[in-house]
């Protein structure tokens, strides 16, 4: 079962409304003094979770940050996993499938993502963030609005029915080179795979990248017509 919230829905809509046009950093200050510890930040290590990870640890030095470890990351995600948490003194919490690749590969054939990547990302992404989320009362993701349609409605403060927790998405507003200007102000580590045309990265399987013009997100379960993992409603 998943934790609930002790926020109501009037306080959510609230401070959706009131902290809609504030600074991400504003967010996630009051995001950090409204849950502390029963805050998570949900990381896959890309530019925006990066931005969100430098803001976090400036508010405090105990951040509580996950990360869904499907066991077919890139090398150069968990380079940069291990250098952020050298760099900001925390240790991100690695969140495991059920099932190794290994009995995945057993139960389901070789190569899963190539020919239902839904259960392949349901078994390796939903059901671990499911059973984390089971024990905190908000998580805090980089999604933007431009992402995709589909992310054209995240409010900064939401109710995820889903998951039955506060979502708080402190870069709703933000566009792609906002991220980057932050990301350069600040001196802050990023996956290199972003200077080799991935503006999105996940799973190596299913990441390619993308050409000039191209949608950012074109790259992610190329030939398929999924755009999204299942984790963002
Ligand atoms: S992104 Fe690909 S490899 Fe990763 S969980 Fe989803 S289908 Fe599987």
Redesign the pocket.
């Given at each position: 079962m998943s934790s609930d919230t002790r926020l109501t829905a009037a306080e959510v809509a609230y401070w959706a409304d009131r902290l809609d046009q504030a600074p991400p950093e504003t967010i996630v200050a009051w995001a950090w003094d409204t849950f502390g510890d029963r805050l998570a930040l949900a990381s896959s290590f890309g530019a925006e979770d990066m931005c969100l990870i430098d803001m976090l640890t400036r508010v405090t030095k105990t951040p509580r940050v996950f990360y869904?470890d499907?066991g077919?990351l890139f090398p150069e995600t968990y380079a940069l996993i291990h250098e952020t948490e050298q760099r900001y003194g925390f240790r991100a919490e690695r969140v495991l499938p059920r099932l190794t690749l290994e009995e995945q590969a057993e139960r389901y054939g070789d190569g899963?993502?190539a020919r239902?990547?839904?259960?392949?990302?349901m078994?390796?992404?939903v059901e671990p963030l499911t059973r984390y989320l089971a024990g905190v009362e908000a998580w805090m993701t980089g999604i933007r609005r431009d992402q995709t349609p589909f992310r054209a409605n995240a409010r900064v403060v939401e109710r995820d029915e889903k998951f039955g927790v506060i979502k708080v998405n402190p870069l709703a507003r933000w566009r792609w080179e906002q991220v980057w200007a932050y990301l350069q102000a600040r001196g802050v580590p990023y996956n290199p795979l972003h200077d080799q045309g991935y503006p999105s990265i996940?799973?190596?399987?299913?990441?390619r990248a993308v050409r000039p013009g191209e949608d950012p997100r074109a790259g992610?379960?190329a030939g398929f017509g999924k755009t999204e993992?299942g984790l963002h409603k």
């Open positions: 869904l499907t077919v899963l993502w239902d990547p839904d259960t392949c990302c078994i390796r992404k996940g799973c190596a399987p299913c990441t992610r379960w993992c």
